[in-house]
């Protein structure tokens, strides 16, 4: 009879048969043959009485129980993960974190903090993937997700850990050249996730300054790219303080309308529900939630 580190096991490489979606690629990450994982499959559907992936010459994919084990599977192993912690004599932290952030602040202020909690912990590696997109958590696999902006799934932990101030900048060129235009008939550069046709902006106080019907000469959902456009003088955008403070320091952006702002939006992190986290992840939680109030302000 298999024993309770072999149901482990075989749980472990089905997992990451669904993660690379194919059986040599998981043979090569955990150092085994293409036969051995193609046998672990099997011994796992034969003991569940269920197919779990359908196999092709090419790649494999996840059936619809497949599908409905995967998350109990990740659920099992990150449980698994906890106790061992709780009852080893070590507490140097070891292990792979998996992360989804979003694009901007993914690969500039949250990776330069992720860096740092990485030098202090050697023995971690961070599975660091960055989308502005919903996802469906239990499908992705990842431990914790950080995002900006609401969180649209009620069976997730969330918390808060800042808000960002937003603005409506453009070039010095950009603005003399349509210095007499008003606000809604500037050249509008619209970042898709957030904004549209319609603009709305408040008064320092927070309360609803007026409405803006635009017709946006650019729309992108990148932000990157309604930034670059922006530099460029195409037109007026409505972008993340921290995103353009060097920007508005060195004068080559300007603030549009220093009395109003757009809608401060929430910086969010997003954890699994009912489950017991792995020690790594709850001191990776905490040290985004300590940086975060140190560069982007506690939430308010």
Not at 20 to 34: F, H, M, N, P, V
Not at 193 to 212: H, K, M, Q, Y
Request: with cysteine; aromatic share 6%.
């Amino acid at each position: 009879m298999s024993t309770r580190f072999d149901r482990l096991a075989l749980l472990e490489t089905f997992v990451r048969i669904a993660e690379r979606g194919s059986l040599s690629e998981t043979a090569r990450d955990l150092g085994t043959s293409q036969p051995s994982v193609s046998r672990q499959l099997a011994a796992l559907e034969t003991r569940l009485g269920a197919a779990l992936a359908r196999r092709t010459t090419h790649d494999v994919t996840l059936t619809t129980d497949g599908l409905a084990l995967l998350s109990d599977a990740r659920r099992l192993l990150r449980e698994w993960e906890a106790i061992e912690e709780r009852h080893a004599d070590s507490e140097v932290l070891e292990g792979t974190i998996r992360v989804i952030a979003p694009v901007a602040l993914g690969q500039s202020l949250f990776v330069r903090a992720t860096s740092h909690f990485l030098k202090d912990h050697p023995g971690l590696t961070i599975d660091w993937r960055l989308r502005d997109d919903t996802i469906r958590f239990a499908e992705e696999g990842c431990d914790c997700w950080l995002k900006v902006g609401p969180v649209p799934d009620d069976t997730l932990i969330v918390r808060e850990l800042a808000t960002v101030e937003r603005l409506v900048v453009g070039t010095p060129d950009c603005l003399a050249r349509h210095k007499d235009a008003a606000l809604a008939d500037l050249p509008w550069l619209t970042l898709g996730p957030f904004e549209g046709n319609r603009i709305e902006l408040f008064d320092r106080a927070g309360s609803t300054s007026e409405v803006v019907s635009v017709k946006p000469k650019m729309a992108s959902d990148n932000i990157f790219a309604v930034y670059e456009a922006a530099l460029q003088g195409v037109g007026v955008a409505i972008l993340p303080h921290w995103f353009v403070s060097r920007d508005l320091t060195a004068g080559t952006l300007m603030d549009v309308a220093p009395d109003r702002r757009a809608a401060r939006l929430p910086v969010n992190l997003a954890l699994a529900s009912g489950v017991q986290r792995p020690a790594r992840v709850e001191r990776f939680c905490e040290a985004v939630q300590s940086w975060c109030r140190a560069e982007l302000g506690s939430s308010t």
